[in-house]
């Protein structure tokens, strides 16, 4: 099993997921979060005063799925979430030991 | 009660209720200014003050303001108590409206004034020293003020010095207070290192129209008749804060920036801030002057802190200090006798003496208000501490000072943690769990 972490821009959540679903991907775990790469942050300005912001706020998906469907996935995330501009984000492919699902009790692949 | 007038006294009445709106509202304008960390104990200091300077002003705050005169310089103890504030009109101040009505009109002036200087000290100053501090600039800086200034036989009334409806004693007296505040307390801790953001400006939004709504009885109830002085007053005040808004954003769009929705609240009440000592002796053409000078004159004015390095934190001294200095020396310009005879004309209608009279005002009013609010600040310092320590500031206004949080957005609703009950909170557990029970099949 592996586990893929993609960072994408915001906007490019929805794509994504359908992009998901589309080969046919049933689950995936959503969270918004903040960082910075090479994307800069960006200038606020409140009564002439400015200030930058560091952090630009990311979507970070994690799906789960069997070690043969991997690649096709990051691809599938690559295609949905590119803009070709800075800031696009970052894909991680993990291994993982186990998943269980809670109410059954199914372990590995059958709990995916 | 023959010479009461039932049109006035409901006028005044409705004009009261407005401006105790606006401290609630000025709450909101400062709340949403903050961090969230801080959103409760920056609205907190407004809503106590509404508390506590009423319950002093009722006492022997009324009296030493508008009681009979001592000196020229404070009112003496006859309404100790509201004791003889009855429903008969006092003529000195308002001869058609029972006095009670004066009273309780003047109160909300008294009520908003130290709750204007919150902001220069917001987000670091502990609760109690915060309260020490207010009861005694409330004491020994408006008290006198209000009677120099509006008292019958107050020294600087009695010299001609004009001030409609507060632009020395509300506006130049807090934004005195608040240089002395930003500068005693000292910056917040990453003041000019790291941003240090309003954490929700619709908040702010909502507390600009609150203020605005509740100066045209700031404004307009200060005529202390309903009439043509009163309209004009309204109309003028509406006028400024309009011109202000625009010539504010007008200020910030041209110098390479981006026009603001804080920047266009900030400009309307720094438009009222000014219009308040002159709305009752200028024309609106005036007013339209006034208004688009307040825009810009301020807009400059709040980026000297950063120029100085003192944390005004809110801008009280860049608002209402710059604007009640400005509107004041506006009414010595732009005064006409043909709107308000009783007040005579400015320099701009042939009497320069008007103006020195004014600038007059202005140094007396700021510099006592200051030097005072200094003192006070060094007394309180020595006796109780006046900022909260490192941790607290950290961890904000809200939890340190006060125990609860303004937002909880953690979807948890609280059930990631226990119940604590205490001897004020003596709930019975044994009945819930029973009712509970029941529920259960």
């Known amino acids: 099993m592996k586990k893929i972490e993609a960072i994408v821009k915001p906007f490019k959540l929805d794509e994504v997921k359908d992009a ?8 995936l775990t959503v969270s918004e979060v903040q960082g910075f790469g090479r994307q800069k942050g960006h200038t606020e300005v409140y009564r002439g005063a400015e200030y930058t912001v560091d952090f630009v706020p990311k979507v970070k998906l994690e799906v789960l ?48 | 009660m023959q010479n ?139 008290l006198p003020v209000a009677h120099w200034v509006w008292g019958n036989g107050g020294w600087l009334r009695n010299l001609g010095v004009l001030d409609f409806a507060g632009g020395l004693v509300v506006h130049a007296s807090s934004g005195a207070a608040a240089l002395a505040a930003a500068i005693f307390t000292g910056r917040r801790r990453g003041f000019g290192a790291e941003p240090i953001i309003p ?21 307009a109830g200060s005529a202390l008749a309903a009439g043509g002085l009163a309209t004009n007053a309204f109309v003028t005040t509406h006028i400024a804060a309009t011109a202000a808004t625009v010539s504010w954003v007008v200020v910030e769009w041209l110098k390479g920036g981006k026009p603001t929705t804080l920047g266009a609240a900030t400009g309307a009440i720094a438009g009222l801030a000014t219009i308040t000592p002159a709305a009752g002796y200028v024309s609106p053409t005036a007013a339209i ?65 008007l103006l020195w009279k004014q600038a007059l005002g202005v140094f007396v009013v700021v510099g006592f208000s200051f030097i005072a609010s200094m003192v006070i600040f060094k007394i309180v310092d020595k006796l109780i501490g006046v ?31 226990g119940f604590v009950t205490s001897g004020a909170f003596d709930v019975h557990p044994s009945s819930q769990v029973s009712t509970a029970s029941t529920e259960t099949p």
């Open chain 1, 20 to 27: 998901l679903s589309g080969i046919g991907i049933k689950g």
């Open chain 1, 65 to 112: 799925v069997e070690d043969n469907l991997a690649a096709q996935v990051v691809d599938t995330i690559m295609d949905a979430a590119k803009t070709g501009k800075i800031g696009d984000g970052k894909i991680f492919v993990i291994p993982v030991e186990d998943a269980i699902r809670i109410r059954t009790n199914e372990r590995g692949n059958d709990a995916i």
């Open chain 2, 4 to 142: 009461i007038n039932t049109g006035d006294t409901a006028f005044i009445l409705i004009c009261a209720a407005m401006v105790m709106f606006m401290t609630p509202g000025l709450a909101l304008f400062y709340g949403g200014m903050v961090r969230t960390k801080n959103v409760l104990g920056t609205i907190m200091q407004s809503f106590i003050i509404l508390g506590i300077i009423n319950l002093l002003w009722m006492l022997f705050g009324y009296s030493l303001a508008f009681g009979p005169d001592k000196f020229g310089l404070i009112g003496d103890l006859s309404y100790i108590g509201l004791k003889g504030v009855g429903m008969a009109p006092n003529a000195a101040y308002a001869p058609t409206i029972p006095h009670e009505a004066f009273m309780i009109f003047q109160a909300m002036f008294a009520i908003i004034t130290p709750a204007l200087i919150t902001g220069a000290f917001a987000e670091r100053m502990k609760f109690s020293s915060f309260l020490a501090f207010t009861i005694a600039w409330f004491i020994i800086v408006y």
């Open chain 2, 199 to 219: 954490h929700n400006i619709p908040l702010t939004i909502i507390g600009t129209g609150i203020l605005w709504f509740g100066w045209f009885g700031f404004n």
């Open chain 2, 289 to 353: 002057l006034i208004g688009l000078a307040a825009g810009i004159v301020c807009y400059y004015a709040i980026s000297l802190k950063f120029k100085f390095g003192y944390d005004d934190s809110l801008d009280v001294v860049g608002v209402h200090g710059v604007g009640g200095i400005l509107g004041t020396l506006s009414a010595g310009l732009f005064a006409s006798a043909a709107i308000n005879g009783a007040a005579g004309n400015g320099l701009f209608f042939g009497n320069p003496s």
């Open chain 2, 387 to 417: 900022r909260v320590d490192e941790e607290d500031e950290i961890t904000g206004l809200d939890l340190s000072q006060h125990s609860e949080v303004g937002y909880d957005l953690s979807g948890l609703g609280g059930s990631a943690g």
